[in-house]
């Protein structure tokens, strides 16, 4: 059985960091492509990071450009999200998502697997 684990959310103050990771376990993590997307109340989810299989030529969206880094650690199947300078804005369900054999796309449609979420509040 294939499973994305999300773990690292919480409640942090603007300026603040969090990291996010997400452990996957029934898939050959190396041929996956791996993304964050997040998901605030009202709006679509939207892609945040991703990372192809090599980890190189990492994807950011231009709303966290700077601020947040994707890493990959392929030897224990596990995805990061380091976020900091947290704002307001950056609060969402944030949503772990892999994709096989092939690059990143923005599309949440063009994903085999999917996390269960963690919740991440930005306080101001």
């Known amino acids: 059985q294939v499973q994305l684990v999300e773990s690292g959310g919480g409640l942090v103050q603007a300026g603040g960091s969090l990291r996010l990771s997400c452990a996957a376990s029934?898939?050959?993590?190396?041929?996956?492509?791996m993304a964050w997307f997040r998901q605030a109340p009202g709006k679509e989810r939207e892609l945040v990071a991703a990372?192809?299989?090599?980890?190189?030529?990492?994807y950011y969206a231009d709303s966290v450009k700077g601020r947040f880094t994707i890493s990959r650690d392929n030897a224990k199947n596990t995805v990061y999200l380091q976020m900091n300078s947290l704002k307001p804005e950056d609060t969402a369900v944030y949503y772990c998502?892999?994709?096989?054999?092939?690059?990143?796309?923005?599309?949440?449609?063009?994903?085999?697997?999917w996390g269960q979420g963690t919740q991440v509040t930005v306080s101001s």
């Open positions: 990372l192809i299989w090599s980890g190189g030529s990492p």
């Open positions: 029934g898939l050959t993590f190396g041929y996956y492509t």
């Open positions: 998502a892999a994709r096989y054999r092939m690059g990143p796309s923005s599309s949440a449609s063009q994903y085999n697997y």
